[in-house]
Each structure stands twice: as C-alpha cells, then as structure tokens.
C-alpha cells in the first residue's frame, strides 16, 4: 500500500525506467499507456491525458481525459527484464478540472463501498473464481479450438497437462501480491480454474483484471491461447466467474441475499454481457433460474457449508464482464435489501439441472437483447451508471 512520495523513491532506487498506467473501457477491457519514470511526477500531479474518443467514451469534440495513477496499486511485472524494470498502475479517470469522470468504473465502485458504509455500516469482502480454457496454435501462431488437453474435473498428470502452466500463474500472482489459494482442472478439455483469497471489492476488481492479464501472458510464452469467453466449446462446460460475497454483519446477510435476487435480472446485461455468454447459462452447472440454495449448486446463489463466515456464491456471471461494474451494481442491490429489509424467498433444494419442474421459478433473460431491454427499462441500473 504505496504512498506516492513512497513509490517514487521506489522508482528511483530499483531502476525502474517504465510505468504502465492501465484503466479500463465500459467493457471491462484493460488499456494502458506506458509512460517513463521522469513522467511520473508529472502522472501523480496533474495526470496523463488520452484520448477518450478512441476508446468510447466520448464524442471526438470533448475527448480528452486524464489518468491519475492509484500508488496503493503499484506492481512490478516479473516476466519484464529485471534491469530497466517495469511497472503497473491502476488508474482512476478524470476530467480536465480534476473531478472525477462519471464512468470511470473504479470510481462507481468506490462510491458504492462508501455508500455501503455510510448506510448501512457493513464491509464488504468479495473473492473471484475464474475458469478459463488453454487452446493450442496453429502454424501461423492463431488460436484453435483444440483444447491443450483432454482433462476432466481435479485430474492429475499427465492427463492434466495445464499442472505446470497454473503453477506459472500461482508463482506470478504471489509476485505481484496476489494470493492464490487453490488451483485445479475444470471439467471441461483444457478447462482450469485457479481461486484467490477474497479482498475489499475494489482489490477483488483490481485482482481480477491482473489474473487475466497473467493468465494470458503466460500461456502465451507456453504456446498457447487462454481463453475467457463464457461457451468456447459446444456440449462442453461453459467458464464461469462465481463471485463470493461477504458482509461484516452476518445478520444483514438474509436482506443483502434478497436484494440481490430481486435486482439480478436488470444487472445480468453487465454479469453477461455477449452473445456467447447465453450459450453457458442453463447447462452443465450454469444457472438459469433466480433462487438460492444452500450448497445448491444449481441455484443462481449459492451459501456453501463452511465454518468460516458464511458468504454468498453468485454463479450467474462469466469472465466477459467488467468487474467493477459488476462488483458496483451488486453492492448496491445488497443495500437496496438491508434498506429497505427485504426478505429472501424460501431456499430452493432440488437439483434445477435434473427437475423438469421448475415451481414457478423466473428465469435469467435467455438472450443479450432479452438483458439489454431489462437494463434499459431498469432505474436502478440508471441511478447507479447513469
């Protein structure tokens, strides 16, 4: 947790002649600008500016923006040459005048962890599990679907041939702070999933973006192709990104549940949002119905058996989304249910995957136009992203 003046005597006296300053799109797409250590000085006091226009932010006639480095968030890059170091930054956005941009994701979860303070006097802990699939290349260096391996669920060497690659990206996510708890192959052909410690949602989101960025790196200098899509394969499991949710007061943790599940269909645009994410849903373990369960994994939200705090599995959203955005909106749905003292419905026990009865159960919108309508329609999506 670096201060500026901390981080710049860092700069100096480790040889750090790079600094990435990354930051994200509406989609959750992660960009960067790298900028040289003389320039940090500059980047912490009045930020580095860009283009805002190129990225979709705004109209060409009022495009410029500024980076402003968050120092808490300093990483060095450990697959870059150790002498001329390089390092990363997250960055919030701002106007030209220094307030804050409105859809600087970071931002809006900031807000929504300070909102959730001041209302309803709860923290807030979140902790991410990302399935991805490793691809071959062809010839030509282009992504195949042909998985790496022909692996099943927690299977060893040499049927899992991802061991040594996950243990690459475990070594790396410690070296930039992250620590990784458990790592194993899914069920799908070349499908892994590797889990970090949960963290405040802001380092959750932070965390999250950094994973996907190490995954891709490193099975690139294997050879290979991480992908993050919801649905690579047809008739094969789908990757998910099940989110575990948490709050300092358990007793709230019935009402957050509620309003979680009353909001979840307007919000699964942002928990979903491509065309190839509602090919995952309602299949192999992917949920398509808005109940909870306790340890149901059929059910959208799941509480699993657990002697530590007990915590809220999500299990709708996928790697596609944008974490801070999606990390914001069910922030603010837990308010919504400890404001206004919602109560959750019964839990649900059957296994929906089997039933061929779904007892009167709504249903996730089934399609990306089918989600889109409801967010459009949704105040709430408006009164939190505007």
Not at 193 to 212: G, H, M, V
Not at 288 to 307: D, H, M, V
């Amino acid at each position: 947790m670096y201060t500026e003046k901390e981080v710049l005597d860092f700069i100096q006296e480790e040889d750090v002649k790079f600094i990435r300053l990354a930051f994200f799109d509406n989609a959750g797409k992660q960009r960067n600008i790298s900028i040289m250590a003389s320039q940090l000085e500059r980047a912490f006091n009045d930020g580095i500016s860009f283009d805002a226009s190129a990225v979709g932010f705004e109209e060409a006639n009022k495009s410029d923006l500024f980076l402003h480095p968050d120092p808490s968030t300093l990483s060095v890059l450990p697959w870059r040459p150790s002498t001329g170091k390089v390092v990363r930054m997250f960055c919030n956005i701002k106007n030209p005048d220094g307030t804050p941009y409105k859809k600087c994701c970071r931002t809006l979860l900031q807000n929504a962890i300070k909102k959730a303070k001041e209302e309803c006097n709860i923290t807030i802990n979140i902790g991410a599990e990302i399935e991805f699939y490793l691809f071959k290349l062809d010839q030509d260096g282009e992504p195949t679907r042909i998985p790496f391996d022909r692996g099943s669920y927690m299977d060893l060497a040499p049927v899992d041939k991802g061991e040594n690659i996950r243990r690459e990206i475990c070594f790396t996510l410690e070296q930039m702070g992250i620590t990784p708890e458990a790592s194993h192959h899914e069920e799908g052909p070349g499908q892994n999933e590797i889990d970090f410690r949960y963290s405040d949602p802001l380092t959750a989101a932070d965390n999250t973006a950094t994973f996907k960025w190490i995954v891709r790196t490193k099975a690139a200098s294997n050879g290979l192709y991480a992908d993050f899509s919801p649905k690579p394969l047809q008739d094969q499991a789908g990757s998910g990104m099940h989110i575990n949710f948490s709050i300092s007061d358990e007793k709230k943790l019935p009402n957050a549940l509620a309003g979680i599940l009353s909001h979840i269909a307007e919000i699964t645009y942002f928990l979903n949002p491509t065309e190839n994410s509602y090919k995952r849903l309602g299949e192999l373990k992917a949920p398509q119905f808005i109940c909870w369960g306790s340890e149901n994994r059929s059910a959208l939200i799941r509480i699993p058996a657990t002697k530590e705090d007990k915590r809220l599995e999500i299990r709708s959203s996928d790697p596609e989304c944008n974490p801070y955005k999606v990390f914001t909106l069910l922030i603010y749905a837990a308010i919504d249910g400890i404001k206004n003292n919602l109560q959750p419905p019964k839990p649900v026990e059957t296994n929906l995957f089997k039933s061929t009865n779904a007892n009167g159960l709504q249903s996730l919108p089934d399609n990306l136009d089918a989600a889109f309508d409801l967010a459009e329609k949704s105040s709430f999506v408006k009164a939190i992203l505007g």
